[in-house]
């Protein structure tokens, strides 16, 4: 066994996340994700996976048949001594395609532990981009 | 103006988040969001709102034209000193539909401040139910 990479923060764990997202090896990914049994992804197709052995089947099977490179912006951040919750909006471009996809809208919640930080939870959905840009005009408008 | 409602725990402001949905008072429901700038709600739309004014009128929205009835079942939990997160399965009772709608995937992030615990950020999303029953059916064979 290989020593578990330790992450000194947060923003190193999401750093790590995207990278080994983009390098498409999943089990090279779950280095960044906590092995406790409630550890828990929901990807924007609607399927939740609760623990480390089905996150992984699902992230393999998604890089079985593509890759994926994200372009991820922070919207909010909340920090605390054990817990920090980073929500972002997600570009993707998928495989050779120049065209973005998405966006997607992303809560990920890390944990501190014996080996630094993890991330606990990834909860990812579509957003409606065309109802979105109506609301922030009207918004605008309105407020 | 009257005291603000201080929430003494994260399952203080759940429970009274899913009486006031509810209840369909969207000023009601304000009392527990926290009313800092990062505050946000996404809902299963797709729609994200930022902010306690633009999530105000998107409920107000949703309560104009019927009522909700919220079956939750929590899922994941994360407690630290300022922050907790709380993963839940939801069904909905739609006006005066039998039938349950959903479910909805939604991750809960309470945080403390001055008032005691506030909602930080609700993110809902649907559930693909019929390919996540084939995952977790594939996952109890393989595993």
């Known amino acids: ?14 750093q790590s996340f995207y990278q080994l997202v983009a390098r498409g090896d999943a089990d090279l990914l779950m280095q960044v994700w906590s092995d406790e049994e409630e550890s828990l992804c929901v990807h924007p197709t609607g399927i939740r ?19 994926l490179r994200v372009q991820a912006e922070t919207v909010a951040r909340w920090q605390g001594g054990m817990l920090a919750i980073h929500h972002l909006t997600e570009i993707l471009f998928v495989g050779d395609d120049p065209n973005p996809h ?5 809560t990920h919640v890390y944990g501190r532990g014996a080996h630094g930080w993890r991330l606990l939870s ?22």
């Open 102 to 106: 998405g966006p997607l809208y992303v």
């Open 122 to 143: 990834r909860h990812a959905s579509a957003a409606d981009d065309r109802h979105q840009a109506r609301v922030e005009s009207s918004s605008l408008t309105l407020h």
């Open 1 to 14: 066994m290989s020593k578990p990479v330790t992450y000194a923060s947060p923003d190193d764990v999401e």
């Open 49 to 67: 996976l609760l623990g480390l052995a089905p996150i992984c089947d699902s992230w393999r099977s998604i890089f079985a048949t593509t890759t």
